[in-house]
């Protein structure tokens, strides 16, 4: 059984973006082990929508399709569906309150042309789609199974991963499944985290453990292959929990997960709230920490006090803690951390200082040196790294590194 890709628009088969969807999705499917046989990109036309739709659907038994699904003139998808299968449109009358929903949510008026995009093929499924206005159209054509998704990348994945794979694997296609865990660490380097799993990271070991590093951020990867998703999973469940035991409170989260994820959780079931005092990182904590939904709720708002002047006007660090132990120290760092906790009315207060380059260094302040801080009401705690990497690098560690100073803080 072999599956097809069809991507549809004039903005790819004129070169003017490249298909990243057949690709993204050729990787889904091998990891449920289904095998593309053929990717297809056809312009916004009618007659040649049709023919690859005729084509697809006599030679291989899975046809995944992106794209023509808006609510414009160009915009073919459902029209060729419903010729190829012989039937006519009819509306869907919940898909169209879901839509019309959308818009009014949002203060808008619906747009009439936008009540195509609840038009499906006579015996055609909607397939919900929760980021964006259209939704998909699943069918059977002969022996094929049809999904048809959105052309925008963001709402074609959240589609494919929430309602086309369960269907997929519900409907028995695919063979020997591969999935994937990753586990995402910070507090170690690659080596140290290496040492501890050294039985599993051997090669031929089942299920397989790789490492990689990111911006500080250590990810184990655990790639399980077996005949179903509930096997593969049994043989990554033991090795997760091994991987945890090992690495204790390195380990911050899964998958997508990043630091900031991390702390919002912490902050949030902790009830705390957090302002921030930025030297070297430039505004990168604060812009972390606002990427996260929700994070008014415990972020209470943060300075940059980039040249010494503005640590002593604004932050009130002392002329003579500076000259004492020189801007980029623990003393400084903590300083800075009170008082933004102080001034913004927060539990906590967290800062950076640092030598982000590539000029600027001596020998014993060597450019990639930060420290960052950590108080609250009744402490501080410090810490200082150094990585030798470009400026964008060691604004990015630094900004982590203090970020994982406030996830492990323990009220
Ligand atoms: P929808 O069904 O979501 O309305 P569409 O094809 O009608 O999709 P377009 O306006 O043509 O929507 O495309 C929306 C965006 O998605 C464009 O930026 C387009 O380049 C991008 N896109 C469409 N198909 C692909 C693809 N195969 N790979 C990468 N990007 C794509
Ligand atoms: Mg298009």
Redesign the pocket.
Known sequence: MKAEII??????TSG?????????LSQRLAEIGIVVGWHT?VA?DFEANLDVFQTATRRAALVLA???????Q??L?REVLARMAGVELVLHADSLARIQEMFTSRRRVMPERNSV?ALFPAGAEPIP?PR???P?IWMKHGASLVA??????S??FAMYRDSVQPRLLAAGLGGAVQIQRKINCFGAGESAVEAKLLDLTRRGHVPEVGITVSDAVISLRILARAATPAEAQAQIAPVEATIRERLGEWVFGVEQEELEHAVAQHLEKEHLTLATAEGVTGGLIARLLTSIPGASGWYKGGVVAYQTDAKVQHLAVPHALIHEHGLFSAPVAEAMATACRIRFGADLGVSSVGIAGPGGGSTDRPVGLVWVGLSWDGGARTQTFSWIGTRKEVQSRAARLALNLVRLYKP
């Not at 991507?7 to 790819?12: A, M, R, Y």
């Not at 003017?16 to 993204?24: K, S």
């Open positions: 991507s549809i628009g004039s903005e790819l003017q973006n490249l298909d990243t969807n057949a690709q993204w990109t916004d992106t794209g023509g699904l808006g609510p414009t160009d915009d998808t995009q789609n964006g206005t259209a998909g048809a998704m959105p052309g925008v990348p709402e074609m």
